[in-house]
């Protein structure tokens, strides 16, 4: 499916990126990913053995997308498309209710989620721009951005961030159509990766999962569940789509939840 494509993953070495960085490889891309962590970065090279170049940099760093494109031009020959995935809680600064919010909690998390977005997504349009090609650009959301669920999933740092990523996506899907860049979004609810770990281990919030993601048994999502949403979106299969949001959430936004009593 993705044959012939030379793509990177900034945020590619653990949870939602590495499984979608595999899934790429096994649909015959060829592709660079970044991670800001050394051990994860190691994992990573290991997962994906000589089918993969791996970065670490910081997604927070002007350089870092613009280093793994240029990589990615100078070994393969080309850049075809970007999925970023990087980003995060910000609950460890102070994230949560506006009435408890921090200053540093909403700066470090919009830096987090949307700033490092912006650099990554700048990066690849100036590249298609100057090479005067198509391309395709996803960005990673949350159900959390237009479904908020406030007794369990109360970051609003977090949630206005990732509809910041919405607004920042359909917005240069927009001016970019007439140069054939794409620029779509998927958006999960929640899903198992190191951030879920305070939820994944809530008898609460896994009752409550369960019947607000109903699909499959009601389960939180694993991160190979979004890969081929993943690859549709990086494929010519999509040439003709811009500017979508895709929920792949179990059911989240259709479904009210039950909490114990």
């Known amino acids: 499916m993705l044959k012939g494509k030379h793509l990177v993953v900034i945020g590619g070495t653990g949870g939602i990126g590495l499984s979608a960085a595999k899934a790429f490889v096994s649909a015959e891309a060829k592709i660079v990913v970044v991670g800001k962590d050394r051990s994860s970065s190691a994992f990573a090279e290991k997962q994906l053995g000589k089918e993969g170049i791996v970065l670490t940099a910081d997604a927070v760093e002007e350089s870092t997308a613009v280093k793994a494109i240029e990589t990615c031009h100078d070994r393969y020959g080309n850049f075809d498309g970007l999925y970023h995935v990087a980003g995060g809680s910000g ?10 919010l921090s200053l540093e909690a909403w700066n470090k998390t ?19 721009l100057e090479h005067r090609q198509k391309g395709c650009i996803l960005n990673l959301a949350s159900a959390l951005a237009f479904s908020p669920s406030p007794t369990f999933f109360d970051t609003l740092a977090y949630a206005t961030a990732k509809a910041g990523v919405i607004g920042f996506s359909k917005s240069i899907a927009a001016f970019y159509a ?26 609460q919030i896994i009752h409550f999962i369960k019947t ?11 991160p190979e569940d979004l890969d081929g949403a993943a690859c549709y979106f990086l494929s010519d299969a ?17 479904r009210e939840g039950q909490q114990k009593g």
């Open 178 to 203: 007439p140069q054939n860049i794409r620029v779509n979004v998927l958006a999960p609810a929640l899903t198992q990766t190191p951030m879920a770990k305070r939820a994944a281990e809530n008898d």
């Open 110 to 128: 919009l830096e987090l989620n949307l700033s490092s977005l912006m650099l990554s997504n700048r990066a690849a349009i100036r590249y298609f």
């Open 91 to 100: 609950r460890k600064w102070g994230d949560g209710p506006l009435h408890q």
């Open 238 to 254: 999509s040439k003709f789509t811009t500017g979508q949001v895709l929920a792949v959430d179990g059911g989240w936004t259709l």
């Open 212 to 222: 607000k993601q109903a699909l499959d048994g009601g389960r939180i999502a694993q």
